[in-house]
């Protein structure tokens, strides 16, 4: 029997047996527990486990497998309360979530602009230089890394610079 045969008969139990068994964790995904006990069949059909066991032994040892699997697993699985406190003064999460979240759409913000940039009329030495000078790198380090003087950085920095400046023109409303 080959492994492709042995899956393509068994799948359709085998989803269902997995699906029933994901009631008992919110952890997994019903494919997860599927692909798992795929890889489970692929090992033991490797190790020539499978040879002459019917169907409903196979089903069962893969069952038998999952469970192990959904026990081990839900034992390391973390549980996060948005209102227990997560730092030494007491705070809880969901307080410094929402103290972050301006900080964090800023952020979002400030990458959707960025890669909105990129992504509308730069050459590529252009978004090069934009790359690396958003690391942190200074005029002569991105010139080093690039392989060009210092000044030509500069001067792409200019004509980026020039591009943003047209590009937020055309963009507002009138």
């Avoid at 795929?38 to 169907?55: P, S």
């Avoid at 959707?112 to 992504?119: A, C, N, P, R, V």
């Avoid at 950085?153 to 610079?161: D, L, M, T």
């Amino acid at each position: 029997m080959s492994f492709e045969d042995l899956v393509e008969r068994i799948t359709p139990t085998l989803k269902y047996r997995a699906k029933r068994l994901n009631g008992c964790s919110s952890f997994f995904d019903d494919e997860d527990l599927f692909q798992e006990a795929l890889l489970h069949l692929w090992i033991r059909y490797k190790n020539n486990e499978l040879d002459d066991k019917n169907d409903n032994y196979i089903l069962q040892s893969c069952v038998f497998h999952l469970k192990n699997y959904l026990r081990k697993n839900r034992d390391k699985a973390v549980v996060v309360s948005l209102d227990e406190p997560i730092d030494e003064d007491g705070t809880p999460l969901r307080e410094t979530l929402a103290d972050n979240s301006e900080g964090l759409k800023a952020s979002l913000e400030d990458e959707l602009l960025i890669e909105s940039i990129k992504s509308n009329g730069l050459t590529k030495r252009e978004q090069q230089v934009l790359t690396l000078s958003l690391e942190g790198f200074t005029v002569r380090e991105v010139g080093r890394r690039l392989g060009i003087s210092h000044v030509r950085v500069v001067q792409i920095k200019n004509r980026i610079r020039s591009k943003c400046e047209r590009q937020f023109k055309e963009g507002l409303p009138k």
